[in-house]
């Protein structure tokens, strides 16, 4: 009997991002990339990311900036405070540029601009 080789496991990434619009075009993204590759996780609330970051089950998180009352500063302050280690990619529109340098000193692994995100990219 032969066995099958093991599928690796996917990479789980959580999307926190308060735009429907703006999941589908990453969920689509990714799905490009190849099937099965990633998992995609999505919260769609500050305080939803916030708790899905501390429980440190995913591989990668994808943060966007605008969160409602809050913004995704404030939840890379709150993971560089409790000292977590998964890498967080920082999202934003055009124009922010002083946000990005902003996330990366706070500790943000990178920063895309939402509108520039392709399969090449990520």
């Known amino acids: 009997m032969t066995e099958e080789p093991r599928r690796p496991r996917p990479h789980r990434i959580l999307l926190v991002e308060d735009d429907p619009d703006d999941y589908v075009l990453l969920r689509d993204v990714l799905e490009d990339l190849g099937s099965g590759r990633y ?3 999505w919260v ?3 305080e939803a990311g916030l708790e899905q970051i501390q429980l440190g ?3 990668a998180c994808l943060l966007d900036y605008r969160l409602g009352a809050h913004d995704g500063l404030e939840i ?3 993971a560089k405070t ?5 890498p ?3 999202m934003t529109g055009y124009g922010d540029y002083q946000v990005d340098v902003e996330a990366m000193r ?3 692994a990178d920063y895309l601009v939402k509108g520039d995100i392709s399969p ?3």
Do not use: C, N, P, V
């Open 82 to 86: 409790a000292d977590l280690h998964m």
């Open 106 to 108: 706070m500790g943000a």
């Open 120 to 122: 090449q990219l990520l």
């Open 39 to 41: 998992e995609l996780t």
């Open 88 to 90: 967080i990619i920082f």
């Open 44 to 46: 769609s609330t500050y």
């Open 57 to 59: 089950a995913h591989d």
């Open 76 to 78: 890379l302050r709150k």
